[in-house]
Structure formats: C-alpha cells, structure tokens
T-cell receptor, first 116, second 114 residues
Framework: DADVTQTPRNRITKTGKRIMLECSQT?????MYWYRQDPGLGLRLIYY???????NKGEISDGYSVSRQAQAKFSLSLESAIPNQTALYFC???????????????FGPGTRLTVL | AQKITQTQPGMFVQEKEAVTLDCTYD???????LFWYKQPSSGEMIFLIY??????QNATEGRYSLNFQKARKSANLVISASQLGDSAMYFC???????????FGKGITLSVRP
C-alpha cells in the first residue's frame, strides 16, 4: 500500500463549485504540504502544516483553504473553483527529526483537477 | 526569499552517455538544502539526491551525482550512463534552513535517445 494517498486521482468540476482534495499518510510524519503543478511553472506551495494545530500559508494560498483533521490527514479545499485552478495537485509529507541533515519530502501520486 | 532557476530547454542525450542538468539558486540563508526530483510521464515525484549547504563533498547516489559549486550558487545534476528510463522531467528544489518547505525550479525535460 502507498504511504501517501490522494483522493480523488482525477476530478472534473465546473466553475463555482466547491471541491475538496484529500490526502492521507501512513508514514507517521508530522509535516504535510500541498503543492500545485502547472506546465512550465514547476511546483508551488499552497499550504503547509507542521502539526495538527499548525497551519501556514504558502506561496499561492489565495482561493484555497486547508484542514488538518488528524496527524495523518490534510485536506485542500477550493471554495469556489475557477478555471485557472486547473492543475496537478500534490500532497507531500516529511518527518521532523531534529539534527537530521535533511528531512525528505514524500509525495503522493497527485490529483489532476480540471475546472471547466 | 529563495529562488531556483532552471533555464535549459529540453535536453537530449544518447543512451549510455552522461548528461548534466543545470540548476542555479539564490538565498540569503547560510543553511539550506538542495534536492533533485524526477517526474516521469506517469506523474509521480521521485526523490533522487540531496546536498546540504555545509556538506564538504558532492553528493552521489548510484548514477546520480550533484556538482555543488557554492560560490557560483549552482547545483547541477549529473546522470552517468543514461538509460531510456531516465527520460523524464527533472526538478531542482531548495529547502530553507529548517529543512521544511521546498521551492522548486520550473523543471527540465530530458529525453534519452536509443
């Protein structure tokens, strides 16, 4: 079974609809992240959470909200979807080992969202 | 603010040859990390290699090595003995001193020719 799962994997929705993308992980990591990928722009950080009570905005948080329901679950919501939110969305997790040389981020398989 | 620059157009390499993918970065943090990820056509993000700003030696992982030139602020990925399965998009990324969130470059497409 995958360590980081995302649901749905593909979604087509209409402008103005509310949509939620879900991320679950079994790695026991404290830190979780949401990125979006657009062609030619790489991945950009939307929101991140270092624990259940810690939520932070990333580079492009406008139009998005998140919820950290538990250590293992981090959801991304689009309250009123618009076409330029069409993108590939990735959830990622990382550990927070003090003194570690690095804490690798593990990515989910991605959710391809199309807003018509 | 951190910035990653990947400006190479699509790269082509012959199978079994080596290829270098360029990455330059900018940051005011003395402590940072540099990562390379591979994204094949299936879409998943695969971690390849990491270099810390204080590491004295260049990182290596199998056929991957990172040519870290701190004064030039460059962190180029070298893939030796290219294989057809290396055809993918490659992203350079940087973490801040807390090794938390990543800033990505725009990516480079690599095509390996048989």
């Amino acid at each position: 079974d995958a360590d980081v799962t995302q649901t749905p994997r593909n979604r087509i929705t209409k402008t103005g609809k509310r949509i939620m993308l879900e991320c679950s992980q079994t790695k026991g990591h404290d830190r979780m992240y949401w990125y979006r990928q657009d062609p030619g722009l790489g991945l950009r950080l939307i929101y991140y959470s270092f624990d259940v009570k810690d939520i932070n905005k990333g580079e492009i948080s406008d139009g998005y909200s998140v919820s950290r329901q538990a250590q293992a679950k981090f959801s991304l919501s689009l309250e009123s979807a618009i076409p330029n939110q069409t993108a590939l969305y990735f959830c990622a997790t990382s550990d927070s080992v003090a003194g570690a040389s690095y804490n690798e981020q593990f990515f989910g398989p991605g959710t391809r969202l199309t807003v018509l | 603010a951190q910035k990653i620059t990947q400006t190479q157009p699509g790269m082509f390499v012959q199978e079994k040859e080596a290829v270098t993918l360029d990455c330059t970065y900018d940051t005011s943090d003395p402590s940072y990390g540099l990562f390379w990820y591979k994204q094949p056509s299936s879409g998943e993000m695969i971690f390849l290699i990491y270099q810390g700003s204080y590491d004295q030696q260049n990182a290596t992982e199998g056929r991957y090595s990172l040519n870290f030139q701190k004064a030039r602020k460059s962190a180029n990925l070298v893939i030796s003995a290219s294989q057809l399965g290396d055809s993918a998009m490659y992203f350079c990324a940087m973490s801040d001193g807390a090794n938390s969130k990543l800033t990505f470059g725009k990516g480079i497409t690599l095509s390996v020719r048989p």
